[in-house]
């Protein structure tokens, strides 16, 4: 019999080969499995066709992107996210109805809406002490940013619609809240039929500080009166030099009297302050056709000649 020959010993760089094309082809049949468990886990994360909520035992037609229907837990239990909201109201420690998993984490975003639609509320009645609206204003803020521009929407609505009593509520809520969101609304409440809205605003606006929106309401035509009185008075207690130009262009061009001489004593306010740009602006109306103006630049003038 003749004898097979000996396999010849693999040299080292044959043996590196080896062992990377098995590597190879670990990963590639671990990656085949994550791509598979992935499909598996994309579909878990959409109910049955003809699933049904737990809760109410009514099928769960609508999507998940209408934010209609929640996945509960991490078994996929799905439910109507009105159904589920009711049950974690009920439960001091919130479960998952079907399989007792904790669902806190669900049952926080899922009452967020609600919660601050309270606070909204809260925040909009004239009965809300400045105490009771700090607070609420702290728990809103503690809630994030989104629950922070839902409020801010709402209490806009609020201005636009609601009665005297909670436009004022409103008003005052946005003014404690502060910041960049509530600039617009308040500026627009300027406009307000009524006199302590219109006066919440302006105190509001003034500790802000932002004189843009300010500087475009004045010059609007479309605004009423009270909204272009407003933003003349306010930008001449927040006494930025920004606001020159625009107060002399209304007080040369705007149609409403009360309005002019606002705006003429908003400049001498600014220049009181240190800007003589301001005198320099006003000086110029000392020939005006109204008493009260004309005083006005005469003092410009005598302040800038001092």
């Known amino acids: 019999a003749v004898e097979a020959a000996p396999a010849s010993p693999m040299s080292f760089a044959e043996v590196l080969h080896r062992k990377d094309r098995k590597n190879r082809n670990h990963r590639k049949d671990r990656k085949d499995g994550e791509d598979l468990g992935g499909e598996r886990a994309q579909k ?36 109507h996210a009105r159904c589920l909201l009711d049950w974690v109201d009920t439960k001091m420690d919130p479960t998952c109805p079907l399989c007792k998993d904790s669902i806190r984490e669900t049952a926080s975003r899922l009452a967020e809406p609600r919660k601050v639609a309270r606070l909204v509320a809260d925040g909009s009645s004239q009965s809300c002490s400045d105490s009771m609206r700090l607070t609420l204003i702290t728990k809103l803020r ?12 709402a209490w806009k609505e609020v201005l636009l619609t609601g009665s005297k009593d909670r436009r004022q509520g409103a008003a005052s809520s946005l003014g404690v809240l502060g910041g960049g969101l509530v600039v617009q609304p308040l500026v627009d409440a300027l406009g307000d039929a ?11 606006l003034r500790e802000i500080g932002e004189v843009q929106p300010l500087i475009r309401a004045l010059g609007d035509a479309r605004s009423n009166v009270h909204a272009r009185r407003g933003a003349a008075e306010v930008l001449g207690e ?6 020159v130009h625009p107060l002399q262009q209304a ?46 630049a005469a003092d410009a003038n005598k302040a800038l000649h001092a």
């Open 44 to 79: 878990a994360q959409q109910p049955d066709h003809d699933a049904e909520c737990a809760i109410c035992l009514e099928k769960l037609t609508a999507d998940l992107t209408a934010n209609e229907i929640v996945n509960a837990c991490s078994r996929n239990h799905f439910f």
């Open 142 to 153: 503690s809630m994030g940013v989104g629950a922070v521009q839902r409020a801010v929407e």
């Open 194 to 204: 009524d006199s302590q809205v219109r006066k919440i605003a302006k105190d509001a």
């Open 238 to 243: 927040i006494g930025d030099v920004l606001a």
């Open 251 to 296: 007080l040369q061009g705007d149609p409403s009297e009360i309005v002019r001489r606002l705006a003429a004593r908003a400049l001498l306010a600014i220049g009181n302050g240190g800007a003589s740009k301001a005198f320099e602006a006003l000086q110029a109306f000392q020939g005006d056709q109204d008493d009260l103006v004309r005083e006005l």
